[in-house]
């Protein structure tokens, strides 16, 4: 794997300073989340459990045969099978753990951007953009887990094209002449183990495909949230460019522009949003689905927006993270990312911030994660 440089000397300090802000005060993450170190299960990758370990080849003797030939011949191509085997499944351990110790790693560091962020910091702060290089460096450690993932299972599959013919030569050896009872014996033996070898693979396949399926999309969520981290950092906050997104079923939140500080006035940009329930209702004025990568949805929003404000500059948008009943991590990630792009969107469309509210929702119709604007 790829050395991969991380500044730890001044950014140990500050996360340990971070760490330290999070864990005394109320202050909640994004999204809902306590911003703290702990992390729940859920927040890790999904990954198999399964230790691979191919069973003991039982020992054959030469019966001076050309079938016996045959068979030693076919335990030593078994053996060599199996230590193939043994090597895909020792790689395949380390990389598991790599994968968890660097989620974990992951993790903590953007809880303690996320507790700062959500305090408020100077804009464009170096220590903050520090950080968000150890989480990028850390996407960078993810795809090259993917990659090691992906070299596993293609190896997999050419141990499964051998366990295959070997099967076949074993079967074909039944028919040649001139064999004894013995060799017929250890026929049979080798057939039988040759047999849990190619289950054992096979499993190994379905494994290794889904870890490889499920680090991919982890791997994109992360981009996707640090892409979110990055512009929170340029103004030095979840501010009016970087709205909070409610976690509830359906929820509104209020965000008003920043106004000049006030005697006895706290600014508002560094209070927390209100919110108060509200229902969704009626049909959208835009969806965008985002069932695939790349979703090219600008125009068409920009559009969409200039024709509402066309009839009417009072109009009040309701910004919906839509979600399916009980969605993964990564959907419901992929909603609430994308849903404070269209905010951002909007707001550059001309609508005051202050007439957007960004809400979030599970529908029992959604397939996938998409959003849904709604005018009032």
């Known amino acids: 794997m790829k050395h991969v440089v991380r500044n730890l000397s001044v950014l140990s ?42 069973i003991e080849i039982s020992k054959v003797g030469n019966t001076g045969t050309l079938v016996g030939q045959k068979v030693i011949a076919f335990r030593n191509e078994l053996t060599e099978l199996q230590d193939s085997i043994k090597q895909n ?51 960078v450690i993810m795809d090259e887990n993917a990659n090691t993932l992906n070299k596993i299972y293609n190896q997999a599959v050419s141990d499964m094209s051998v366990v295959n013919n070997l099967q076949d030569s074993i079967r074909a050896t039944y028919g040649v002449s001139g064999a004894i009872d013995e060799d017929h014996t250890q026929l049979r033996t080798l057939e039988n183990e040759t047999s849990q070898t190619a289950i054992l693979i096979n499993s190994l396949l379905s494994e290794v495909g889904n870890d490889y399926s499920r680090q991919l999309e982890y791997t994109s969520t992360a981009r996707h949230y640090l892409a979110s981290l990055d512009n929170a950092i340029k103004v030095g906050s979840y501010g009016i460019n970087n709205p909070q997104l409610s ?32 229902n969704v209702n009626g049909k959208p004025l ?40 009980n969605p993964s991590n990564s959907v419901r990630e992929l909603a609430q990312n994308q849903a404070a792009a269209i905010f951002e969107e909007i707001n550059k469309a001309g609508v005051s911030p202050d007439k957007i509210d960004l809400l979030s929702k599970a529908s029992e119709h959604a397939t996938g994660a998409e959003v849904q604007i709604f005018v009032r």
């Open 286 to 325: 835009f969806v965008a689905k985002f069932n695939r990568e790349n979703v090219n949805y600008k125009d068409s929003l920009n559009r969409t927006i200039k024709a509402a404000q066309s009839k009417n500059t009072g109009f009040r948008y309701e910004v919906v993270a839509v979600t399916p009943v």
């Open 247 to 278: 976690s509830a079923p359906v929820q509104r939140s209020y965000i008003s522009a920043p106004r000049p500080q006030q005697s006895n006035t706290p600014s508002r940009t560094n209070t927390k949003p209100q919110s108060v329930a509200t």
């Open 13 to 54: 300090c500050s996360l340990l300073l971070l760490s330290a802000c999070a864990a005394d005060s109320p202050f909640q993450s994004l999204f809902g989340k306590e911003a703290s170190s702990d992390y729940s299960k859920n927040d890790l990758p999904t990954l198999g459990s399964t230790n691979f370990e191919p």
């Open 89 to 139: 499944n020792t790689e395949l351990q380390k990389v598991r753990a790599s994968v968890i110790d660097n989620a974990i790693d992951y993790h903590n560091t953007t809880a303690a951007m996320e507790a700062k962020l959500q305090v408020g910091t100077t804009p464009g702060n170096p220590i903050m953009y520090q950080m968000l290089q150890k989480t990028q460096n850390n996407v």
